[in-house]
């Protein structure tokens, strides 16, 4: 069942948008925005950084897709968040 261009862009987008508010990096973007007072130069090592990471995470998440059963990866990282969840809830991280 494929899912159309924009469907999968726009759940991306709102997925990563959405966390990335409060994020530490985005804490430490605008210190460093604050602190060295040029826009661009951390604007473009920033938007850099988060395409190397994200291009590494879709890179990784199609291999995986091929190799692991979606039912069983859907379980596993609702285990995984579930986790950091009662972690976050309880002070250990």
Known sequence: DPV??????ATAFTVVFVAEWGDLTQIGTATLAARYKRLFPVFAGATLALFAVAGLAVLI????GKLLDPARTKKV??????LVGVLLLVGVV
Do not use: I, L
């Open 4 to 9: 159309s261009f924009g469907r999968a862009f």
């Open 61 to 64: 998440g199609n291999r995986a």
């Open 77 to 82: 990282a609702a285990v995984v968040f579930a």
